[in-house]
């Protein structure tokens, strides 16, 4: 079992910055691949970035230039920083384990977070 605690939302003003955090807690002496998604009122959840433990990142157009993904393997720990905020950014923003990569097998059960809430204004 993962237990992931995020944390980091905010309000801010447009052209703004926030840095989301996210632990995953569970599996010790592994690597974790992890992603963030958002949802915003009535929308579905969208992807938004991703990173595999060998640091390879991907990201929504929509986001790319502006948001930088990154982890920290020891901590089992992936960051959001997000520059040049938008109001369309506005959304509750969870982070998700894809896959634990350990020494004798990987595991690919997903893990959700709790989700953390990202208001731009304008």
């Known amino acids: 079992q993962v237990q992931l605690v995020e944390s980091g939302g905010g309000s801010v003003q447009a052209g703004g910055s926030l840095r989301l955090s996210c632990a995953a807690i569970?599996?010790?002496?592994?690597?974790?691949?992890m992603s963030w998604y958002r949802q915003a009122p009535g929308k579905e959840r969208e992807f938004v970035s991703s990173i595999l433990s060998d640091g390879t990142t991907t990201y929504v157009d929509s986001v790319k230039g502006r948001f930088t993904i990154s982890q920290d393997n020891a901590k089992n720990t992936v960051y959001l920083q997000m520059d040049s905020l938008k109001p369309e950014d506005t959304a509750l923003y969870y982070c998700k384990v894809d896959r634990i990569r350990c020494i004798l097998s990987d595991y690919t059960d997903p893990y959700w977070g709790q989700g953390t809430q990202v208001t731009v204004s304008s």
């Open positions: 569970g599996y010790h002496s592994c690597n974790y691949d």
